[in-house]
């Protein structure tokens, strides 16, 4: 399913032309602080995203509702006219308040202005992927999806969006999802310590289809950070890439999306796809999500 590379091998976007490198880009940080307005220095974040391409990143991961608008808008600058290989992944369902608040952005209406927004600021005529964000920062929320993701279906045959996928859901929902759309990937919270889809991941690599895990080291308790920390000393890497190795190790369908506005972090980054685990070392990886489950 996979083949080798720098990236950690490549994985194919099911029922789509796209096989991107397993090892992408998230853009989030290449706002100020806080996710809003610009970047204390431009230059440099386009720098970063330039460097990222050049390094054969191929998938980047975005949204309108970081900055707002000013992420689309640094990509478009650095990046456009997009390489034919760019696979560009943005998300809806959200929006920024004047307070610089995270609301939600759900209605038909806001669904299609977030599309046309995307496009508009991206300098695009179709998104390649988009993500229908449903739970909140750390964790899914129950109930339908069924009329936001019809919306997005429809905006998908008007020829508007090519694929279509789903971020903070529950595997009831993506099989909600399922009955309107092809589903191409999901984006939820999963590192070596929050290990709660587990059994998620294993159903959607069977099926082919993409997991995308955000949050590689968030959530940690003291003694995991410090299990990590130790780890990472003793092979002389940082707890960054571990982590990220980690997550490349545990299944073949699994991308990652690290977003930095550091050129050196960036290096750092996508050097974790290089990381070859040994056995005892997964295992005392493992450990720190087995801890958590009991």
Known sequence: MTDQSPLGGSFPLPNTPFRVQRMGYGAMQLSGPGIW????????????????IAAGVDHIDTSDFY????????????????????????????RRGPDKSWLHARSRQDLIDGVHDNLRNLGL???????????????PAEGS???????????????????LGLSNVFPEQLA????IAPVVCIQNLYNVANRRDDAFIDDLARQGIAY??????????????????DTAASLHVTPMQLALAWL???????????????????????AAATLQLSSAVLATLDSIGAAAKA
């Open 125 to 139: 005529e179709r998104l390649d992927v988009v993500n229908l964000r449903v739970g909140g920062i750390e964790a």
């Open 37 to 52: 307005g610009p970047p204390r220095d431009p230059d440099a974040a386009i720098a970063v995203l330039r460097a990222a």
């Open 145 to 163: 999806i069924a009329e936001q993701f019809t919306v997005l279906a429809e905006l998908q045959r008007q020829g508007l969006i090519r694929h």
């Open 67 to 94: 900055g707002p608008h000013v992420t689309n808008q640094l990509i478009k600058q650095a990046l456009h006219p997009y390489p034919k290989n760019l696979v560009i992944v943005t998300k809806l369902g959200a």
């Open 212 to 229: 995308v895990p955000f949050f590689p080291l968030g959530g940690f308790t003291p003694l995991q950070s410090d299990t990590l920390n």
């Open 248 to 270: 490349l190790h545990r299944s073949p369908n699994i991308l990652l999306i690290p977003g930095t506005s550091s050129l050196i972090h960036l290096r750092e980054n996508l």
């Open 176 to 179: 909600e999802a399922q009955e």
